[in-house]
């Protein structure tokens, strides 16, 4: 089984910083998609970014970008520029890769609540 | 495109009672469904997987008697809690994954409070 931990219950920057928000993960997989998932209060889920595990390339959206380390089993997601729409909870989850026999859901971390201050 | 609805948005429901949750998707076709489950200021945790024609699997811990999941067609899904206590009060969130896409995509309703008195 795999895990997903979030060590920040919380944090809180300044408008226009740039924050980090870590995620390790534990599986015995080899292929799998890492995911950061944004919850604002309406609670409807955003996918943020994606990884896939077989990519050494570290993704990047715009002003989201993560710092993969595989053999860490590490996952931060950095946001730069931090705006107030940021404020958030923001979910780390992890993925089996689809092996054609089937499909798996999302195991979610905890959760960073990431508050933007003015 | 690729947008996931859910049914009812939220309900209030008498302890003993069942009640249905749907879910759609209204876009494209979801040969597969997930439910998951989410307490207040908590994370979401999977419940069960369904697939379109087949049995629900579910998860670890999972009552598969009170938590009925049937997926009748490509567009949806129903989730229906049976008997329901004070204690099944939560957030229910379903998510669709496209059977034409790339496997990685799956895309979530807005979520379904059930508050059980």
């Known amino acids: 089984a795999q895990t997903v931990t979030q060590s920040q219950p919380e944090m809180s920057v300044q408008e226009a910083e740039t924050v980090t928000l870590s995620c390790t993960y534990d599986?015995?997989?080899?292929?799998?998609?890492l995911f950061w998932y944004k919850q604002p209060p309406s609670r409807q889920m955003i996918l943020v970014i994606r990884?896939?595990?077989?990519?050494?390339q570290n993704a990047t959206e715009n002003r989201f970008s993560v710092n993969f380390q595989k053999a860490a089993k590490s996952f931060s997601l950095k946001i730069s520029d931090s705006q107030l729409g940021d404020t958030a909870m923001y979910f780390c989850a992890f993925m089996t890769g689809y092996s054609g026999g089937g499909a798996d859901g999302l195991t979610f971390g905890k959760g960073t609540h990431l508050i933007i201050q003015p | 495109g690729a947008v996931v609805s859910q049914h009812p948005s939220w309900v209030i429901c008498k302890s003993g009672t069942s009640v249905k949750i749907e879910c759609r998707s209204l876009?494209?076709?979801?040969?597969?469904m997930f439910w998951y489950r989410q307490f207040p200021k908590q994370s979401l945790m999977l419940m069960a997987t369904?697939?379109?024609?087949?049995?629900?699997?579910?998860e670890q811990g999972v009552e598969k008697d009170k938590f009925l999941i049937n997926h009748a067609s490509l567009t949806l899904s129903t989730l229906t809690v049976t008997s329901a206590h004070p204690e099944d009060s939560s957030f229910y969130i379903c998510?669709?994954?496209?059977?034409?896409?790339?496997?990685?995509?799956?895309?979530f309703g807005p979520g379904t409070r059930l508050t059980v008195t």
């Open positions: 998510s669709a994954r496209p059977g034409q896409v790339l496997s990685y995509e799956q895309y």
């Open positions: 369904s697939n379109e024609g087949s049995k629900a699997t579910y």
């Open positions: 990884q896939e595990a077989y990519k050494q």
């Open positions: 599986t015995s997989e080899n292929n799998y998609y």
């Open positions: 876009d494209f076709q979801a040969t597969t």
